[in-house]
């Protein structure tokens, strides 16, 4: 994926009522093996879309992933963004995709959807495909 394609996921969430709730710090301990996450959620809103990251950091403030948030009526437009790179994801939630690079897991319900995105430069822990599996139905 080129990168104003992702710039394009993240732009894409619209205004909506319900966006996807963030996932308690604990959780993403238990699901990466570390203790001392930390999380920060920042909505903001650009050229008439409105969208929610929650960055989870470890205690020496390193990126560990963001997790964007937002509503299923959005999906659409992340889906479209993704282009031919995304390849389907089954068990997570509605019409759930991936994309390689970089490295994304989205996936939504009926009124929510959520993107789980380790952080490029991330050596340790190793966030795999199940690790984000599990934080994006959190997330749903």
């Known amino acids: 994926m080129k990168l104003p394609t992702a ?46 990251d929650v960055s989870y950091k470890t205690q020496n403030g390193e990126t560990l992933l963001v997790l964007r948030l937002g509503t299923a009526e959005q999906y659409a437009f992340w889906k479209q963004a993704a282009g031919p790179a995304l390849q389907p994801v089954s068990g997570i939630g509605a019409e759930a995709f991936q994309i390689k690079k970089p490295k994304t897991l989205c996936a939504k319900s009926q009124a929510t959807a959520a993107c789980a995105t380790p952080d490029y430069f991330l050596k340790s822990p190793k966030i795999t495909d199940e690790h984000l599996q599990i934080i994006v139905k959190a997330a749903l």
Do not use: R, W
Not at 7 to 21: C, D, E, K
């Open 7 to 52: 710039a394009a996921i993240a732009l894409a969430l619209s205004s909506g009522f319900a966006h996807a709730a963030e996932v308690p710090d604990s959780l993403i301990e238990k699901t990466l093996g570390i203790t001392g996450v930390k999380h920060e959620k920042v909505t903001q809103t650009k050229y008439g879309m409105t969208y929610s």
